[in-house]
């Protein structure tokens, strides 16, 4: 079984954070090796409803903890269909889910975010460019998340986050047994001309993983259909002076 994380509040509030120490274990996670049926009969109703989907490879954390502003973890490898059938579970105590946003603000300060596909796993959800740690950005046993969120934004939107202004604070903001890490990344351009290039790359790619891409200039919460993650950071950016 997986512990809740230590010293975070399990409502979402955000608090920043100083360090960051994701480590990778070598070995399978308990949660894929206990349940290997189960996530393989989960995978195949999953893929008859949404043909689409594929089952890559992505970190999964086993412990995540924080002390003295400083976020540890513990990952493994593990596959996308084992991630997909452990967040359908009532109980979520198996493993925990780490991830990177991204908080892309326009030079008129809106978020810019986007508008998740028809075939993709989180169909219509409305959140900022991003996506689950995987072997890819893993260095000498350690997760980059700064690499990760710049591969998924360039990815998805065609924006290169080495071109804005990254703010040097992260933030964290933790549901039970989900974290999300953020950082700020400001561009020059007003909302209406980013929005126009993200579209325009979105037209070209190969697979198109997003419908649109969208400005958010308030907090409110049904504005949109927002993933859960995003909604403590529109409170918090909408109501905290940056």
């Known amino acids: 079984m997986t512990d809740e994380p230590i010293g975070l509040p399990s409502d979402g509030r955000v ?3 100083r360090a960051l120490d994701l480590r990778v274990d070598p070995a399978p996670h308990p949660l894929e090796q206990a349940n290997a049926e189960a996530i393989a009969a989960h995978w195949v109703r999953e893929q008859a409803a949404n043909p689409a989907l594929y089952n890559g490879r992505l970190i999964l954390q086993r412990q995540i903890r924080h002390e003295d502003a400083e976020v540890r973890a513990i990952g493994h490898e593990a596959s996308f269909a084992s991630f997909l059938w452990w967040r359908s579970q009532s109980d979520l105590s198996g493993a925990c889910h780490l991830f990177g946003y991204p908080v892309v603000i326009s030079g008129d300060g809106a978020l810019i975010a986007i508008e998740m596909a028809p075939h993709t796993a989180n169909p219509g959800q409305v959140y900022f460019a991003a996506g689950s740690l995987d072997p890819s950005d893993v260095v000498e ?12 934004v360039l990815e998805e939107t065609g924006l290169d986050l080495m071109t804005a202004q990254a703010d040097t ?5 933790y549901r039970p047994y989900k974290l999300t890490l953020f950082q700020i990344f400001r561009f020059a351009e007003p909302a209406d001309v980013l929005l126009e290039r993200i579209t ?12 649109r891409a969208v400005a958010i200039r308030g907090p409110d919460r049904t504005a949109h259909r927002y993933g859960l993650a995003m909604l403590p950071i529109l409170d918090w950016y909408f109501r905290v002076p940056l």
Do not use: K, T, W
Request: positive net charge; aromatic residues 6%; hydrophobic residues 30%.
């Open 141 to 152: 046993g350690r997760c980059d998340l700064g690499g990760n969120m710049r591969r998924e």
């Open 15 to 17: 608090v920043p954070i």
């Open 169 to 173: 604070r992260m933030y964290a903001s």
């Open 200 to 211: 325009e790359f979105a037209r070209r790619a190969h697979e198109q993983e997003i419908s």
